[in-house]
């Protein structure tokens, strides 16, 4: 069974992050996807938009098909996918040597969270990036 890492385990991983890879962002304002970002982004860190339908930039950032094509180092993928979607994402976090792989609050797959921790990433599963920045605040 899955445990996620420890409170200071997850908020040095916030504190060390600088660039997340937002694989599901929509660039629909009312969506959670958008809103959790833009968030993310006004706290400090830069967002790569990952979504092969969108077509222009969202937040002002240029939007990617796949992780592969992120010239940048991934310190975070942050996942707002259906959960039976999560695996290839978790095998390409690894092959573009992401750091961490987190699965937003409802997105849980076990077997996609074991590879990924298999091959070095710390992994988050079924908890929202935005909630636990702003809970772990203190540790940041």
Known sequence: MFANPS???RAQLL?????IAVVGMSDK????SYMIAQAMQQAGYRI???????TSPVLGEKPYASLKEIEE???????FR???FVYPIAVEAVEVGAKALWLQQGVVNEEAAAYAKEHGLLVVMDRCIKVEHALL???L
């Open 137 to 139: 605040k203190p540790l």
């Open 48 to 54: 790569f938009p990952v979504n092969p339908k969108l």
């Open 15 to 19: 504190k060390k992050a600088k660039n």
């Open 82 to 84: 259906r959960s039976e």
């Open 7 to 9: 409170d200071e385990e």
């Open 29 to 32: 304002p009312e969506r959670t």
């Open 73 to 79: 180092p991934i310190d975070i993928v942050n996942v």
